[in-house]
């Protein structure tokens, strides 16, 4: 089975800075990853996904995360934040075949500050 | 993508009744994914509904607390029976990666 280990709860960040929101995953199995945004009272937006290819995927928002197998990460980064970027992110995994189940990361709470 | 509405959006409802919660997608699909996002926490899948079998549920959810349909291969509904208030979750309908938007449910 897989699983997803968020690192960090909370990450309090100011504006402009730069972020990274860290995940690592387990499984005995190849794996698509992907990182999704939870707005205050809003459902799950996908943010970016990786299935094969390239490690470094591109995603909205200007967004993007590596994928690592050695380390078996898949970190979300982001050059410089903005005021509207606050929200949850989960970090969510999926074995790499068609429609299959995904197992979620408990979640981290981006905020930035002004 | 798939584009996915759920009905409701949200409801409030009273302890002992049942909720009916509905997907659509706008395209044809194998397999749909129901999920629950407890206050404050992240998403635990609770089945899988497949179209023209009984679905199949993650340990720690039944069928008769959470029945499952699954008429057709754009359509599916997710019932809440015999509600309390920790039944009180965002439920999630969704598809090859893509979620509903979800429906809030408040127990009274």
């Known amino acids: 089975a897989q699983s997803v280990t968020q690192l960090d709860s909370q990450v309090p960040v100011f504006e402009e800075a730069p972020v990274e929101l860290r995940c690592n995953y387990s499984?005995?199995?190849?794996?698509?990853l992907f990182w999704y945004v939870q707005y205050p009272n809003q459902g799950l937006q996908l943010l970016l996904k990786y299935l094969s290819g390239s490690t470094l995927v591109k995603g909205i928002n200007g967004f993007e995360a590596e994928f690592n197998k050695s380390q078996t990460s898949f970190h979300l980064r982001k050059p410089s934040v903005h005021i509207s970027d606050t929200a949850e992110y989960f970090c969510a995994v999926t074995p790499g075949d068609n429609n299959n189940d995904m197992r979620f990361g408990a979640g981290t709470r981006l905020t930035v500050k002004p | 993508s798939a584009v996915i509405s759920q009905k409701p959006s949200r409801d409030i409802c009273q302890r002992g009744t049942s909720l009916t919660i509905q997907c659509q997608v706008d395209?044809?699909?194998?397999?749909m994914f129901w999920y629950r996002q407890q206050p404050g926490q992240s998403l635990t899948l609770i089945a899988t509904?497949?179209?023209?079998?009984?679905?199949?549920?993650e340990s720690g959810f039944v069928i008769d607390k959470f029945p499952i349909s699954r008429p057709n291969l754009t359509f599916s509904t997710l019932t809440v029976s015999n509600m309390s208030p920790e039944d009180s979750s965002i439920y999630l309908c969704?598809?090859?990666?893509?979620f509903g938007q979800g429906t809030r449910l408040t127990v009274v």
């Open positions: 499984s005995s199995v190849s794996v698509y």
């Open positions: 509904a497949n179209q023209g079998s009984e679905a199949t549920y």
């Open positions: 969704s598809v090859a990666a893509f």
């Open positions: 395209s044809q699909v194998t397999m």
